[in-house]
């Protein structure tokens, strides 16, 4: 059973993850605007599998015997400064994210509350892989720093996330 403040601990954490679904859908949308239909692409994507982690958190909590509170959704920013200033933006996002998992996971071991920890313990696990694939992009676009050409072709390559693995499964 999970205790009252954990679950509203993890009530908030829900709608963090709604929250950045929210947040990469504006930044898709932004990079729609101004004509970058790959990084849009990536965004999209990225705006799917936070909202598959806000549904963890709601199939975790109602699997715990607790209830679900949604709470209302912050609005994100809707104008960004260029594709590097969005790429920025996102990594210290997960940055943030990945200290508030931190801390969840340390209320979790504090209130020895075995099956949060373990649950928890795949989002640990999934902040490395955000902040590593957001920092890749963010080094890439600092490279690339104002070469239209070499920016044109960053957004063709991550045009092509998700292609990978579909064209892998039907192998
Ligand atoms: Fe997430
Ligand atoms: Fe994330």
């Keep these: 059973m999970l205790s009252q403040s954990f679950q509203e601990a993890l ?14 859908l504006s930044m898709a949308a932004y990079c729609e605007s101004i004509n970058f239909p790959g990084f849009a692409h990536w965004m999209r994507l990225q705006a799917d599998e936070e909202r ?3 549904m963890s958190f709601y199939r ?30 996102a990594l210290a996002h997960e940055q943030e994210v990945t ?7 340390s209320r979790a071991t504090a209130e020895q509350d075995h099956a949060s920890q373990v649950f928890l313990q795949d989002f640990v696990r999934e902040q ?3 902040e ?10 600092r490279m ?22 579909s064209s892998a499964s039907t192998a």
């Design 60 to 89: 975790f909590i109602l699997d715990r015997g607790g209830r679900v509170r949604l709470l209302a959704i912050p609005q994100p920013p809707t104008d960004f400064a260029s594709p590097a200033a969005i790429f920025e933006q």
């Design 144 to 165: 690339i720093g104002d070469n239209n050409v070499a920016l044109l072709m960053l957004d063709r390559e991550l045009a092509r996330r998700g292609a990978e693995v």
């Design 128 to 130: 490395v892989e955000e």
């Design 52 to 54: 598959e982690h806000a």
């Design 132 to 141: 590593k694939t957001a920092s890749e992009i963010v080094e890439t676009l």
């Design 99 to 105: 200290t508030m998992i931190g801390q969840l996971y």
């Design 11 to 24: 009530n908030e954490h829900l709608k963090q993850e709604w929250y950045s679904s929210y947040l990469y």
